[in-house]
């Protein structure tokens, strides 16, 4: 099947991301089976032979899903904007998508936010650890500032490790390798150094020093919170949690979190994490206010 999808890929002009993946290999066969299966007049062969193409391509010509990144998210199938012009979603030339490792679904409750870091070396990087461990986040904020989307944001991916935080929010994932010995490696491939961060206390404990973000995802992640709270009419830009102090990070009982939603640290929800220290959410939402959504659309 492999060597025929490339074969297709070549003659008719399709690339594995219009079906969600980066890559000929199982995955692209799966994923072009789920697609298969939603049209009753197409064979479920994993192939994308002539038939499979056309309806695949009139479903991209009908959601202006084009092949550059541009200013707009998933959700629910449909693209809506968000105030930064470097995204990238699924099925798009160039992006980074996931298959497997998630629930699919129409329409579900979104409250809160729960903002991780990859603990690798590019968003690439984070999307086959992902795939690896069949699990999933929505967004991850590349060093660069670009912001690829793996899944619809409608879907409930599985980020937290618990299943009713799953079910109401939003993963975010900013790319950052965590460990100072890192910042060698990303100047040798281009990245600029990381500031190195330190101070921190995670329910008690206080890491040593550890690689930070820049500026330009910070930026990202804010324009990310306003578009998500433009469109999700359950989501409240609060730092649910926040103590005052944004070197000091608490875990919060798992009640109050799903019941009054906001925008969190993983830590927040997990006792044993600790990401995304280095990020002020409470700055962060802040900031997310006072973006107009809408402005350029």
Known sequence: MSSYNRRSSSKLGWTPQWFGVPEFGEDLQDSIKDFQGKYPDLKIDGMCGPVTFRRVKLERDSEDIGPASGDKILLGGKLLPIPWDNVVVPREDGALTLSKGFRKRKDRYINMVITHWDVCTSAKKCRNVLAAKGISTHFCIDWDGTIYQFIDAMHEGWHSGVGKINRQS????????????????????????????????????????????????????????????????????????????????????????????????????????????????????????????????
Not at 176 to 185: D, E, F, W
Not at 213 to 219: A, C, G, R, S
Not at 228 to 246: K, R, W
Not at 280 to 295: F, H, P, R, T, Y
Request: glycine share 10%; aromatic share 6%.
């Open 170 to 297: 939003i993963g975010i994932d900013l790319n950052n390798p965590v460990y100072t010995k890192y910042n060698k490696v990303l100047v040798k491939r281009g990245q600029p150094e990381r500031p190195v961060i330190s101070g921190y206390s995670i329910n008690g404990w206080k890491p040593k020093e550890f690689l930070g973000f820049h500026q330009v995802q910070i930026d990202a992640y804010i324009a990310l919170l306003a578009g998500l709270n433009e469109h999700l009419p359950d989501l409240n830009l609060v730092p649910t949690g926040d103590l005052g102090n944004p070197k000091v990070i608490k875990t919060i009982p798992l009640v109050k979190a799903a019941s009054e939603g906001g925008v969190m640290h993983h830590a927040h929800v997990k006792k044993r994490k600790w990401d995304t220290a280095g990020v002020d959410i409470a700055a962060c939402c802040e900031a997310a206010k006072g973006l107009d959504v809408l402005c350029c659309t």
